[in-house]
């Protein structure tokens, strides 16, 4: 460690103790050029942000509860294990690159929301009724009206284009 008095590199460490809750290493170094002595603090790198949660208690961020999360919404859907941890690894490495301290459980929200509407409708639905409950019951019927809405805008325009509709068949029941 370059030392603040003269620069020279080498030093020895005269004292090693833990602090704050032990998650910190506090360290007392001797600059083996001019002796003065000076203090380093070691800690965990970490990359990953607290999660603001609705309440505003924060937690730690947890992959694991993006996962399982998604394996409620896909329950007996056709959404392979792979591709749910696949959406959970992206979230991760996104909220590594942001490199932000502080996350909104919304903003991982809206990230698997965004993740399951290209995956499967129902998974989306479900997931997006449960993620939004706090807000009202209309959310959930607007949220399906406006997937049907799609569907039928959809629907009309490959009629016009002569062309067979694939999403024959919705999977909701009114
Ligand atoms: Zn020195």
Request: with cysteine; proline share 2%; glycine share 4%.
């Amino acid at each position: 460690m370059k030392c603040p008095v003269c620069g020279k590199i080498e030093d020895k460490v005269i004292d090693s103790r833990l602090a704050k809750d032990n998650t910190v290493i506090r360290r007392r170094r001797q600059c083996l050029g001019c002796l003065k002595r000076f203090t380093t603090y070691e800690r965990i790198e970490e990359v990953l942000p607290y999660v603001i949660k609705k309440d505003g208690r924060r937690e730690a961020f947890d992959r694991r509860k993006i996962v399982e999360g998604m394996l409620r919404a896909c329950e007996k859907r056709p959404v392979s294990v792979d591709r749910i941890e696949a959406v959970a690894d992206s979230i991760e490495q996104d909220l590594m690159e942001k490199s932000e301290k502080e996350i909104s459980v919304s903003y991982i929200g809206e990230r698997i929301m965004e993740a399951l509407q290209n995956m499967d409708d129902v998974a989306y639905v479900r997931f997006a009724s449960v993620y939004r409950s706090f807000r009202d019951i209309d959310e959930f019927i607007r949220e399906i009206r406006e997937l049907y809405e799609l569907k039928e805008t959809r629907t009309d325009q490959n009629l016009e284009h002569g062309s067979i509709d694939d999403n024959q068949g919705s999977q909701y029941s009114p």
